[in-house]
């Protein structure tokens, strides 16, 4: 799912076990029966596996800006017992078995792209592009695929052809290509379509260059957000690895050795985390679930980036220590608004303590939003043993 550019979009990357096993069940569904499965059923299945449907849908990596929430499936807010859940491309991109569908909309897209670019225009009245939807599946050599049928509605679906789905049964299944279908022109892949959908939908603001920050914003943030953890969950979040360690965070950095030893005490602080959870896994991980459990679903939509950011910069941090995490770290730079390889180290450093503080920030805000108001107290939570030893990150 990685194109030779070296891209993979984190709509590919960023999934987990139990996000993998709702894909499955609909992809089964929908090989064995061409059609998508009711909520129910899959609600069902993901219980016999010990997963919460609700839970699993609400935690899937997405691109959201403003109401547009591009996800790896599509169902609607309807959480009744016949709603359809269906997959996006995105969500498609997870199943070898359905290979040979994202082509066939790859395959479709293109040559809406195609059509709309050289389609012959007036200068005086609109000309609406638009083309039988049976007759170009037979054009493509696609009519015949047994799940030829469901392409009108995964068509409709994506933010790159809406409007352009429809009932390829009914016969008037007439695909629009919209002007900005010619954003896909010559599309080569999923990764390179998500890359061009992710600009399409979110484009990408420049970097800004650090401003001028005070040593200790970083030091704050993590302080300030383990004062309202301990608040809102009664316990503390950071187990603080080493002083030592965590002063290190307010110098900078100019040599490549100093580069590796603030982010190494960045990768420690995060080892301090200390959510509830399986401590067989990483504290961000850890983290990660804990949120998604406990934040209602807008605050969860900020906080993944936030945790995302984190993740990136121990990518970088992992780097400088194991040889063949390069090419993570390499991936992550520009997440974080650097290029590889970092030359400047200053630079470098203190635009990761820019945007490692902003999404502690960020992370914060969500947890404090949920602060009961005042005159109200939850329930308190027992405290969890420091059992700080073995962590990963």
């Known amino acids: 799912m990685t194109s030779d550019t070296g891209y993979a979009d984190p709509l590919l990357t960023t999934v987990s076990a139990e996000q993998i096993t709702l894909l499955r069940i609909v992809g089964e569904v929908l090989a064995e029966s061409g059609r998508w499965p009711v909520f129910q059923y899959v609600e069902a299945r993901l219980d016999d596996a010990g997963f919460d449907a609700d839970a699993v849908l609400r935690s899937m990596p997405s691109i959201v800006h403003g109401h547009l929430n591009y996800s790896l499936v599509r169902r609607g807010h309807s959480t009744s017992p016949e709603t359809p859940v269906k997959l996006?491309?995105?969500?498609?991109?997870?199943?070898?078995?359905?290979?040979?569908?994202?082509?066939?909309?790859?395959?479709?897209?293109?040559?809406l792209a195609t059509r709309r670019a050289d389609a012959a225009y007036d200068p005086h009245r609109v000309i609406e592009v638009t083309v039988s939807g049976g007759e170009l599946l037979r054009e493509l050599g696609l009519d015949t695929h047994p799940l030829a049928g469901i392409l009108p509605d995964l068509i409709g679906g994506e933010p790159a052809t809406w409007h352009g789905g429809g009932n390829l049964d009914s016969g008037d299944w007439t695909p629009r290509a919209s002007s900005f279908v010619r954003r896909f022109r010559a599309v080569d892949g999923v990764d390179d379509y998500l890359r061009r959908l992710r600009a399409f939908?979110?484009?990408a603001a420049p970097a800004a260059a650090p401003v001028v920050v005070s040593p200790l914003n970083l030091v704050t943030a993590l302080d300030y957000l383990n004062v309202v953890w301990q608040l809102r969950f009664r316990a503390n979040l950071l187990i603080i690895p080493s002083v030592e360690r965590s002063a290190r965070l307010a110098f900078d950095a100019t040599t490549a050795e100093e580069?590796?030893?603030?982010?190494?005490?960045?990768?420690?602080?995060?080892?301090?985390?200390?959510?509830?959870?399986?401590?067989?896994?990483?504290?961000?991980?850890?983290?990660?679930?804990?949120?998604?459990?406990?934040?209602?679903?807008?605050?969860?939509?900020?906080?993944?980036?936030?945790?995302?950011?984190?993740?990136?910069?121990?990518?970088?941090?992992?780097?400088?220590?194991?040889?063949?995490?390069?090419t993570d770290a390499a991936m992550a730079l520009p997440e974080l608004g650097l290029t590889y390889p970092i030359i400047d180290f200053t630079h470098a450093w203190r635009t990761v303590q820019v945007h490692v503080t902003q999404a502690l920030d960020t992370i914060r805000q969500e947890i404090q939003a949920t602060l009961p108001s005042p005159g109200r107290r939850s329930a308190p939570r027992r405290g969890r043993a420091d059992t700080t030893s073995g962590r990963r990150v």
Not at 88 to 111: D, Q
Not at 266 to 294: A, C, I, T
């Open 259 to 326: 580069f590796d030893n603030r982010l190494s005490a960045l990768g420690e602080m995060f080892k301090g985390f200390d959510p509830p959870g399986n401590d067989h896994q990483g504290s961000l991980h850890r983290l990660r679930v804990f949120l998604r459990d406990h934040l209602p679903a807008e605050s969860v939509a900020r906080v993944e980036p936030a945790l995302a950011t984190l993740r990136s910069a121990t990518h970088i941090r992992n780097a400088g220590q194991h040889f063949d995490a390069a």
């Open 88 to 111: 996006t491309v995105a969500g498609l991109a997870h199943l070898p078995e359905h290979a040979e569908l994202v082509g066939m909309f790859l395959a479709v897209l293109n040559e």
């Open 201 to 203: 939908i979110l484009p």
